[in-house]
């Protein structure tokens, strides 16, 4: 099995291919880890996987999707962050962290307090708005806070955040940095051209438009340990006419490659509220091999992976070279323990795993053992 090979990339040992993608759980306080977060991804890596992901961390107070998002903007954040590395890598996995800002979606409410812009009545609660800010002053949607256009000055400090909270998640223990440039986020703003309408050097052209992306992800690779891989995600296709296409998306991943990206992360769509390709099993997996054909730069396939048999094609066929999994993991956090018994096709072990604790307990131990 491909998929439950160990893998190293730069100087970092996976015990498998399986990943948790960055996922927001909106429970975060004032930017600050909680309990919640250490249960939340402890499940994970007792559950098997090789790398898990801590969810979209934002750079600034600002860069929040909403008031309950994580933040490393600050060297007080650090220990907290360490806490959740620790815990990751001491129970056999890869602690990987996402960070970004996110533009023209930022200052918005918990899911289940409605998804749309804060309004009064999150004022009421003591959750107030903030200036947000993209590649220029267009609503993510009607209703929708108004963003500042990001000036070149301003785009430099935003660059430089990026740079300190990659310092500070180096601090934290983390041994992969993932760059968030996909989903209408900051980022995503500046690379698609239904966003993107500047008039400056930071727009126009596809050339343009990369800009300041790249020159963040340069400014990353060049603190982040030469040690340490580093992903990139992305958003392959906008999935709508006039946005991003797989060609723009492959030149730009020549660029991530030139730079020393070690994995391009490929997801698709958010730049816009609608969406027009169909959303089947797997049906991003042809963005991640592409890219990773055409560039020659390593890849994850991620979007409705669902089904062990499906990930290990993936990474056996060299498609991507991770398979994450979001909300799968969510509805089983043991998913990557399931997935290799199912692949080792014994009924004897499936059932162990199904029915009884000490399999699972000594298959855990087994993996921390492969570690030590």
């Not at 309004?119 to 800010?133: A, F, I, K, Q, Y």
């Not at 990773?292 to 290990?312: F, N």
């Amino acid at each position: 099995m491909t998929l439950f090979q160990p893998f190293t990339l730069k100087d970092v040992m996976f015990r498998n291919r399986l990943a948790v993608s960055p996922m927001c759980q909106y429970s975060a306080n004032d930017g600050f880890i909680n309990d919640y977060h250490l249960i939340h991804l402890g499940r994970f890596a007792l559950g098997g996987f090789g790398l898990v992901f801590l969810e979209a961390t934002a750079v600034l107070p600002e860069g929040r999707i909403t008031h309950g998002c994580l933040g490393l903007w600050s060297d007080d954040q650090i220990s907290g962050m360490a806490r959740i590395a620790d815990a990751l890598k001491a129970n056999g996995a890869v602690a990987g962290i996402q960070i970004g800002h996110a533009g023209p979606k930022a200052c918005t409410q918990r899911p289940w307090l409605g998804n749309g812009p804060l309004n009064d009545e999150d004022s009421e609660r003591g959750e107030l708005p903030w200036t947000v800010v993209s590649a220029t002053d267009q609503p993510f949607d009607e209703g929708w806070l108004k963003p500042q256009a990001l000036s070149i000055e301003a785009i430099q400090s935003h660059k430089k955040a990026f740079v300190d909270a990659a310092l500070r998640a180096d601090k934290s223990g983390f041994d992969v940095l993932e760059v968030h440039c996909a989903h209408g986020y900051l980022m995503n703003s500046f690379l698609s051209p239904l966003t993107n309408t500047r008039s400056d050097q930071y727009g126009g052209s596809l050339e343009n438009r990369m800009r300041f992306p790249l020159e963040v992800v340069k400014a990353v690779r060049e603190v982040w340990p030469e040690g340490k891989p580093l992903f990139v995600r992305i958003s392959a296709v906008d999935g709508v006419e006039g946005g991003v296409e797989i060609a723009d998306s492959v030149a730009f991943a020549k660029e991530l490659k030139a730079m020393g990206v070690d994995i391009v992360d490929c997801s698709s769509g958010g730049v816009v509220p609608r969406y027009e390709l169909p959303s089947t099993l797997g049906h991003q997996v042809p963005y991640a091999a592409q890219i990773r054909k055409e560039v020659g730069v390593g890849t994850m396939a991620v979007g409705l992976i669902t089904d062990p048999a499906q990930a290990e094609d993936i990474v056996a066929t060299q498609s991507a070279d991770f398979v994450a999994i979001g909300r799968e993991a969510l509805a089983n956090p043991q998913w990557a323990l399931f997935a290799e018994a199912q692949l080792n096709k014994s009924e004897e072990t499936f059932a162990s795993w199904s029915l009884q604790s000490g399999w699972w307990l000594e298959h855990r131990a087994r993996h921390l053992r492969d570690l030590t």
